[in-house]
Nanobody, 115 residues
Framework: QVQLVESGGGLVQAGGSLRLSCAASGTIFRFNIMGWYRQAPGKQRELVATITSGGTTNWEDSVKGRFTISRDNGKNTVNLQMNSLKPEDKDVYYC?????????WGQGTQVTVSS
């Protein structure tokens, strides 16, 4: 099985920054996709960004230029650096990995942005 553990969420003022981290463990194929999604109450979970083991990224348009994603293939970790945070970024953020053709999810970490 695969397990994901997220950290780094919290409360920040608008315009501030947070760094989310995620560590994956278990049976993970070398070639995989890791990333972050977010979800507000009553809304569908949506893409923030993903990054493949080869370094290819995929982004949601509203965070381009503000967020960056990085990973360490040897450690099976992925980070999301969030800058210039806006109140609309307030959501639960979930780490994900696609490996062996299956999706796995972390427990989620809350990001709150105050005005």
């Amino acid at each position: 099985q695969v397990q994901l553990v997220e950290s780094g969420g919290g409360l920040v003022q608008a315009g501030g920054s947070l760094r989310l981290s995620c560590a994956a463990s278990g049976t993970i194929f070398r070639f995989n996709i890791m990333g972050w999604y977010r979800q507000a109450p009553g809304k569908q979970r949506e893409l923030v960004a993903t990054i493949t083991s080869g370094g290819t990224t995929n982004w949601e348009d509203s965070v381009k230029g503000r967020f960056t994603i990085s990973r360490d293939n040897g450690k099976n970790t992925v980070n999301l650096q969030m800058n210039s945070l806006k109140p609309e970024d307030k959501d639960v953020y979930y780490c994900t990995i696609n490996t062996w053709g299956r999706d796995y999810w972390g427990q989620g970490t809350q990001v709150t942005v105050s005005s």
